[in-house]
């Protein structure tokens, strides 16, 4: 049976585009009797989160309809499994330490002849994947917090890897296409990347939906699933809700909030009906 689940950050009031999220969840959750939406609060970003957000979100899902099984997951409450994640993956070779500033990667890439570049800009150019494993021990051993990067150069090892979206098919994985991303930042530990793929295997979801702007990522989630002998999911990445400019919405889009629409007498239905289905 699919088990599904929307996982809002609560720095913000829920937008259109995160009504329609929760609705593709909730819609394909209850595609078949005894599946199981699930609501998870991606938290882990302490410096943005407001307490009144965690409330504010599950009153405005319940408005809409949109209820969820059992009670909401909060990340903030998980950092031992992620550090456990990160311990395994540390232990494998799979990741190493980075002790960058931004400016400095910024400065490097700067002086780069031809930065490497991904689906999402310049990919990090690999300052410190060079750095002796001696000496990366010494900086740490003398008090510098480093942040961990997936080295995604050792993930080209020959395995083939791939998934299945519901929209767009089989696609390979690329374990390179982000590069060496943050697994582990300095100031939380661990980072979305690592957090989601470690909290969809404990709640067992069947079926990762999410919008199309984070199909890149997928690559590098199968990569971890692989290394962290998880279950394989499949995905729906679905279409994204954008304003009247085609900009995408943000948490900024405060006219499109579904606080303020429900306030100014446009009902769950209509809102609903409007945004559509990605299973249609």
Same mark, same amino acid.
């Given at each position: 049976?699919?088990?599904?689940?929307?996982?809002?950050?609560?720095?913000?009031?829920?937008?259109?585009?995160?009504?329609?999220?929760?609705?593709? !969840?909730?819609?394909?959750?209850?595609?078949?009797?005894?599946?199981?939406?699930?609501?998870?609060?991606?938290?882990?970003?302490?410096?943005?989160?407001?307490?009144?957000?965690?409330?504010?979100?599950?009153?405005?899902?319940?408005?809409?309809?949109?209820?969820?099984?059992?009670?909401?997951?909060?990340?903030?409450?998980?950092?031992?499994?992620? !550090?456990?994640?990160?311990?395994?993956?540390?232990?494998?070779?799979?990741?190493?330490?980075?002790?960058?500033?931004?400016?400095?990667?910024?400065?490097?890439?700067?002086?780069?002849?031809?930065?490497?570049?991904?689906?999402?800009?310049?990919?990090?150019?690999?300052?410190?994947?060079?750095?002796?494993?001696?000496?990366? !021990?010494?900086?740490?051993?003398?008090?510098?917090?480093?942040?961990?990067?997936?080295?995604?150069?050792?993930?080209?090892?020959?395995?083939?890897?791939?998934?299945?979206?519901?929209?767009?098919?089989?696609?390979?994985?690329?374990?390179?296409?982000?590069?060496?991303?943050?697994?582990?930042?300095?100031?939380?530990?661990?980072?979305?990347?690592?957090?989601?793929?470690?909290?969809?295997?404990?709640?067992?979801?069947?079926?990762?939906?999410?919008?199309?702007?984070?199909?890149?990522?997928?690559?590098?989630?199968?990569?971890?699933?692989?290394?962290?002998?998880?279950?394989?999911?499949?995905?729906?990445?679905?279409?994204?809700?954008?304003?009247?400019?085609?900009?995408?919405?943000?948490?900024?889009?405060?006219?499109?909030?579904?606080?303020?629409?429900?306030?100014?007498?446009?009902?769950?239905?209509?809102?609903?009906?409007?945004?559509?289905?990605?299973?249609?």
């Amino acid at each position: 049976m699919p088990v599904t689940r929307f996982a809002p950050s609560p720095t913000g009031l829920l937008h259109l585009g995160h009504a329609y999220a929760a609705k593709v !969840a909730h819609d394909l959750a209850h595609s078949m009797e005894g599946g199981r939406f699930l609501l998870r609060f991606e938290d882990i970003d302490h410096t943005r989160v407001r307490p009144e957000y965690y409330a504010a979100i599950e009153e405005d899902l319940r408005w809409l309809g949109l209820t969820w099984d059992g009670p909401a997951l909060r990340q903030s409450d998980r950092s031992p499994a992620y !550090a456990a994640a990160l311990t395994r993956l540390q232990e494998m070779g799979a990741v190493y330490p980075c002790f960058c500033t931004r400016r400095e990667i910024e400065e490097e890439i700067a002086r780069m002849v031809s930065a490497p570049h991904g689906p999402e800009g310049a990919l990090y150019p690999g300052l410190c994947r060079r750095i002796p494993p001696e000496e990366s !021990a010494r900086r740490i051993a003398a008090g510098e917090q480093p942040a961990w990067r997936l080295n995604a150069i050792l993930m080209k090892d020959g395995r083939e890897l791939s998934f299945t979206d519901l929209r767009h098919g089989s696609i390979r994985v690329d374990p390179c296409l982000l590069g060496d991303v943050v697994l582990a930042r300095k100031d939380i530990g661990t980072s979305y990347h690592l957090a989601v793929v470690v909290d969809d295997a404990f709640q067992a979801v069947t079926h990762v939906t999410r919008g199309e702007d984070l199909l890149p990522s997928t690559h590098v989630h199968r990569v971890l699933q692989t290394l962290l002998d998880l279950p394989e999911p499949l995905y729906l990445h679905h279409r994204l809700i954008t304003d009247d400019q085609g900009v995408r919405l943000a948490k900024r889009a405060d006219a499109l909030s579904v606080r303020l629409l429900r306030e100014n007498g446009r009902s769950a239905g209509e809102l609903l009906t409007e945004l559509g289905s990605a299973l249609s």
